[in-house]
């Protein structure tokens, strides 16, 4: 039987939030026959992320698959999908049946308002951190920390630590040996030419 990944989708979406873990988690499943990847938003169809990318989704909340595991990623959409009562419904239900909630960025702010990550400590985009403690649902938001682990709630800070995050994930399900071929195979190998400024 396989493992279903879904990947949540809103009107803007950050891009590589949601496309790095696709990358992670697709190229997993090019390499096993156990492993699904979906896309989904709240009404299905054409989902226009935060820099103009249109992606057309797999499923709505109405028809999606049961899922193993969640990805929410972040993007300017989580501040007004934080008080959208049918998306927060949405993820809380479904993670109550996840062996995984994970987020990118302020996809966080996603899981501690709906309740998968309420109490607990996360993370989230060093830019979003004050923005999310004020919100006060979660436990402790760590800030300059790339993805943070408690129980089953796996929250990451952004583009970059997204990817790590699911490329760990994907070591802790199949096993580190499994998890270095998926990242040889994706060629992530990052070497940034400017280090950014702290």
């Not at 062996?99 to 060093?126: D, M, N, Q």
Request: charge should be negative; aromatic fraction near 8%; charged fraction near 20%.
């Amino acid at each position: 039987m396989a493992t279903t990944f879904g990947i949540l989708f809103f009107e803007g979406t950050e891009e590589l939030d949601a496309i790095g873990p696709w990358e992670v988690f697709t190229m997993a499943a090019m390499q096993r026959d156990d492993i699904a990847v979906v896309s989904i938003s709240e009404q299905g169809g054409t989902v226009i992320c935060n820099k103009g990318m249109r992606m057309v989704m797999d499923h709505g909340f109405a028809d999606a698959p049961k899922l193993d595991v969640l990805l929410v990623p972040g993007g300017m959409g989580t501040r007004r999908e934080v008080d959208n009562p049918a998306l927060l419904a949405w993820i809380a239900e479904v993670s109550a049946d996840c062996e995984w909630v994970t987020s990118v960025c302020t996809g966080s702010l996603l899981l501690a308002e709906a309740g998968p990550a309420a109490g607990k400590r996360i993370t989230t985009h060093w830019g979003a951190v004050e923005m999310v403690r004020k919100r006060g649902k979660a436990g402790e938001v760590l800030e300059n920390i790339r993805y943070v682990r408690d129980g089953n709630v796996l929250t990451s800070a952004g583009v970059s630590a997204g990817i790590d995050m699911s490329l760990w994930l994907i070591g802790e399900m199949y096993g580190p040996a499994f998890a270095r071929s998926v990242q040889r195979n994706m060629e992530y190998d990052p070497a940034p030419p400017y280090a950014a400024e702290v």
